[in-house]
């Protein structure tokens, strides 16, 4: 029997025609490959192929409990994959193409892989806007499941070379476009309740909501008892070094990541800007945790915007438990 994580020479290919040709190649023949998108780079795979989904979580070390998202090219090739009501076809349709997952229940006749959803009765969807990951639903005219291309549990990646940091060997190929652009992952809303932060933030949904009241209604990191979407565990996104929050000056033995006027010896945004901040957390995250210090330090940054996104990743990668 063939090992689920079979040593693979991982080739990196810029974004093109060539590359995502042989990326689509990849995925017609059940192989996940990592492809950028807006937010993080995506592991991704035909999300009705079973096989190929297996190896998205045999490649990442990801527990089968933890469902996936799958990306759609439109709203209509979402709604032959789930139902919506009033609330999310009014979200689809103001945030989509973009940073937004809806949780919706999913079709008897939908056709995904039961392992996508973990054994749940619905499924995380959305129609990314980035040009890699919307050429590669185009040539494979496939909905296609893609978590973040990292190590289960490790730092997000946000440059082809965070991909290869901890997947070199594991994937065949990384279609590089460079850095990405939000930086933290989706927005993840179910009924109307915010499961997982994310560059849209919960005043751009109460503008768009029936009942923008539920837009509130985020799940902490501590609190998270149940997976029910991607990107709850309590710990997550986390560097292999331990991590201490708010942070105004570094002990000798941490590498302090700054914002604003703390300095450090790296920061998220010198202005204080919480859009530079959140594109540059995981790129932070992982030089701080290849640097000689010890520990990582964070410097506090505000709660508010999309700065909610950013201190829930910093929480989650902070936990051990």
Do not use: C
């Not at 190649?25 to 937010?39: D, K, Y």
């Not at 494979?140 to 440059?159: D, Q, W």
């Not at 959140?278 to 030089?287: E, G, I, P």
């Amino acid at each position: 029997m063939t090992a689920p994580n079979r040593p693979y020479e991982t080739r990196t290919f810029p974004y093109g025609t060539a590359a995502i040709a042989e990326a689509a190649r990849l995925i017609a023949m059940g192989e996940p490959v990592a492809v950028s998108t807006e937010t993080v780079y995506g592991l991704a795979a035909d999300a009705t192929d079973s096989a190929a989904v297996a190896r998205i979580y045999a490649a990442k070390g990801r527990p089968s409990f933890n469902p996936l998202i799958v990306h759609v090219p439109d709203l209509a090739a979402a709604e032959r994959i789930a139902v919506f009501d009033e609330s999310s076809r009014a979200l689809a349709k103001a945030f989509w193409p973009g940073p937004l997952t809806l949780v919706l229940p999913l079709r008897p006749d939908a056709g995904i892989a039961a392992l996508v959803t973990a054994g749940l009765d619905t499924i995380a969807l959305r129609v990314p806007a980035h040009r890699a990951m919307r050429a590669l639903l185009a040539a494979t005219g496939k909905p296609l499941a893609a978590p973040s291309a990292n190590a289960s549990n490790r730092i997000s990646p946000t440059r082809a070379e965070h991909v290869l940091a901890s997947l070199d060997g594991r994937i065949a190929l990384v279609v590089d476009d460079g850095p990405t652009k939000a930086g933290v992952e989706s927005t993840i809303v179910k009924d109307g309740a915010i499961l997982r932060p994310g560059p849209i933030t919960a005043s751009e949904l109460r503008a768009v909501l029936p009942d923008g009241s539920r837009a509130d209604s985020a799940l902490p990191a501590s609190e998270t008892a149940q997976v029910t979407a991607p990107g709850q565990l309590a710990s997550h996104y986390a560097p292999i070094k331990t991590v201490r929050l708010n942070a105004r000056q570094a002990e000798p033995d941490e590498w302090l990541i700054g914002f604003g006027a703390i300095a450090g010896d790296d920061t998220l945004s010198s202005s204080g800007n919480l859009v530079e901040a959140a594109a540059r957390l995981f790129d932070a995250l992982h030089q701080a945790d290849s640097s000689p210090k010890a520990r990582i330090a964070v410097a506090p940054v505000p709660r508010s915007g999309v700065g909610v996104a950013i201190n829930d990743r910093l929480a989650r990668a902070a936990h051990r438990g």
